[in-house]
Antibody
Framework: QLQLQESGPGLVKVSETLSLTCTVS??????????WGWIRQPPGKGLEWIGS???????YYNPSLKSRVTISVDSSTNQFSLTLRSVTAADTAVYYC?????????????????WGQGTRVTASS | DIQMTQSPSSLSTSVGDTVTITCQAS??????LSWYQERPGKAPKLLIY???KMETGVPSRFSGSGSGTSFTLTIHSLQPEDVATYHC?????????FGQGTKLEIK
């Protein structure tokens, strides 16, 4: 059974770098044609897609965050990570990792069928 | 980028009622539309994808409809456990985008 678990610091200082990790269990992150993604929800606001990573290494980012974001995979630990640079208070949010169904091969045109429980991050000076 | 507009932003209704939430896309997204339920303190959960396909385990009182730019989530016979915020999402093109959410409360 697929499980995703986010981890990382709950507090990050403004102007510094946020690093979060999603640990995947139940499937090998690099051996199957899946899209993995990061989504966040600022307090009182809607969901925002940050970016996605295809199992073979291709990455796709929201243009609104692209200059500050990197998503990468570590096959040895079955994890993928989010790095967000030059954090501001506007980056305060609950961050989720998620995955598409995997039933559509290399198509990104799919909903997020699986979600982690989320991790709350506060950016503060 | 495609903008998704949900309405209403919140509603209060009674157990047993039928609830309708709408989602409007800024351009044609074909059938690439999903709905998520976010219960308080929980992660979003996929309810419906491809406009009207039910995710496994979702009660049959939930249904989705629409095409092109206008979509609807309907909840029949509302139950107390349906208290949540509901989000629509388009995946016709990147960047994926979500509606601002509809908060559903029970009177």
């Amino acid at each position: 059974q697929l499980q995703l678990q986010e981890s990382g610091p709950g507090l990050v200082k403004v102007s510094e770098t946020l690093s979060l990790t999603c640990t995947v269990s139940g499937v090998s992150i690099s051996s199957s044609a899946y899209y993995w993604g990061w989504i966040r929800q600022p307090p009182g606001k809607g969901l925002e897609w940050i970016g996605s990573l295809y199992y073979s290494g291709g990455t796709y980012y929201n243009p609104s965050l692209k200059s500050r974001v990197t998503i990468s995979v570590d096959s040895s630990t079955n994890q993928f990570s989010l790095t967000l640079r030059s954090v501001t208070a506007a980056d305060t949010a609950v961050y989720y990792c998620a995955r598409l169904s995997g039933k559509l091969g290399d198509s990104y045109r799919d909903a997020f069928h699986f979600w982690g429980q989320g991790t709350r991050v506060t950016a503060s000076s | 980028d495609i903008q998704m507009t949900q309405s209403p932003s919140s509603l209060s209704t009674s157990v047993g009622d039928t609830v309708t939430i709408t989602c409007q896309a800024s351009r044609d997204i074909s059938n690439f539309l999903s709905w998520y339920q976010e219960r308080p303190g929980k992660a979003p959960k996929l309810l419906i994808y491809d406009v009207s396909k039910m995710e496994t385990g979702v009660p049959s009182r939930f249904s989705g409809s629409g095409s092109g730019t206008s979509f609807t989530l309907t909840i029949h016979s509302l139950q107390p456990e349906d208290v949540a915020t509901y989000h629509c999402q388009q995946y016709e093109s990147l960047p994926y985008s979500f509606g601002q959410g509809t908060k559903l409360e029970i009177k």
